[in-house]
């Protein structure tokens, strides 16, 4: 069955995992702009506060990223990121095709040097391989 984008809902959840020491963010429905941003900025307050260098994104159920958040995620959030030290990325990969090709768009402007990124189906095979890196 095919998620329905009807339902307007939004919702993110950002935490902390002690035993692969990484931020986790689920980010679920549809976000504003605003909204998107808003959240993006607790995910890098804790970041920060953590000292984390690895994050986990289940944005599984998030249903868009639009093409100006985008680029203000590739331009303005991921090098702030990097500069409060992330260096790690496992992404689950969404189920909404569009948000699929917005992430992968955006993955790919990275450089792979100085931020790794992997996609995965799954937040076991996720979580393992960040506590593997």
């Not at 986990?56 to 030290?85: E, T, Y």
Request: glycine content about 6%.
């Amino acid at each position: 069955m095919t998620p329905s984008i009807a339902d307007p809902s939004f919702a993110l959840t950002v935490g902390y995992d002690a035993d692969i020491s990484c931020v986790t963010m689920t980010w679920k429905g549809y976000a504003t702009s605003r909204e998107f941003r808003e959240g993006n900025e607790r995910i890098l307050g804790a970041l920060t506060e953590r000292r984390a260098t690895k994050l986990l994104g289940d944005i599984k159920d998030f249903v868009l990223i639009g093409a100006d958040d985008q680029h203000w995620l590739s331009s303005n959030w991921i090098p702030r990121a990097m500069d409060a030290g992330l260096r790690t990325v496992a992404m689950i990969t969404p189920v909404f095709y569009f948000n699929r090709v917005a992430v992968e768009s955006v993955g790919q402007m990275l450089d792979p040097e100085a931020l790794i990124l992997r996609y995965f189906d799954n937040r076991d095979a996720a979580r393992q391989w960040l506590g593997s890196v």
